[in-house]
């Protein structure tokens, strides 16, 4: 912390209607003759600012002030709190027995002339915090009324009531109870209509009117009732229709899958041939056919791709197979089935692509005779 600051007091007046003198905090730099005097910025308007920043005085536009020193070598919160109070002991003063001095802070005062007076930058600090003006005096009714042109004060609950012109509303203070109307036929109860005033026991005529008024309305929302009923009543047929139709569908998906694994293991290249002859010539089998290879899985590609073919072919009839069918074998990548299988596992798994499959449907075919012999 730096203790560049000292606290002092002004000795020139500049209001000469008041005995006050003014202190403040300013940095060392600004002492002068033996701190006697200081420099001060008079006509600036961030005071504050130019002391925190420790900003060196302009001796050309500065005034040179006679000044008291009242303590020197403190930190700025300090000095500020020294400038607000001169009274204000420290942790530090405390123990060293300093601090003891007792000045009394110079009452703020406020001149009365209309004029804004002339505030000098030495006494900001004393301006930053104004108090509040005092309260005016409470003036009683009496004395208010005695003045001239001033109205007493007046009770308002005292005040009349000036009831308007009813309008041509009727207003009627009703019970339903269980779709029965009760009118309140109380004695204070009255019904404004024009400027007469009529009791509400003899209006029968606007009780009959509300009363069948309500009648309709129930008589709408009744029927609203039924119309609501009768609509709830469609959708639960048409519910129970569609759940038949899927448990129909199901029966009829299960019967077409057990007799599409009829065919399965293909066990010779006749079988492959018919067997791809109906799926290209029937579409419902190669929709059930579809079905049956989804239902397989596989927790990769590669392995639901070999579960599938598994299924499908013996390995004594893969044995005489592969991808493009040289060496005298059976060549697969024609086959319709072939290629419903690719485009299931592929949209299946989104990693494997078309070469990956064929990669991977050859692989399997070579392999075939190897898996034949350990059959054995």
Known sequence: IRMSYAVVTFL????EETDEYYSSEIPMSWLCENNTKCWWPAQSKNVTSL???????????WDLEEIKVDILGVSLEKARKLADNLDYVSTDDAEKGRGKRKVTQPTKLLSDDDSEPQISSKSWRQFTNIALPPQLPSCSSNNLSQAEGVTPH???ARMPIIIPE?????????EIDNNNVHVDTAENTNIFQGTRIISSGSNVEGRDSITTIIQEHNLKMSRMFVSISMSLKNIDQRLETLEKGAQIDNSTNSEGLEILKQYFPILNIEDITNFDRVISSNKEVATHFKKYIKGIGGHSAKDNLNRILRKIFSNACAMHCSWMGRKNNFGVHQLHFITIIKETVC??????KENDFEKACGEW???AKQRHNREK
């Open 166 to 174: 009813p309008l041509e509303n009727t207003f009627i203070e009703l």
């Open 12 to 15: 020139n007046n500049d209001d």
């Open 51 to 61: 002391i925190t920043r420790e900003v060196p005085p302009n001796t050309d536009k």
């Open 365 to 367: 075919f070579r392999f």
């Open 154 to 156: 007046v009770n308002i």
């Open 347 to 352: 949209s299946t798994f989104s990693s494997m």
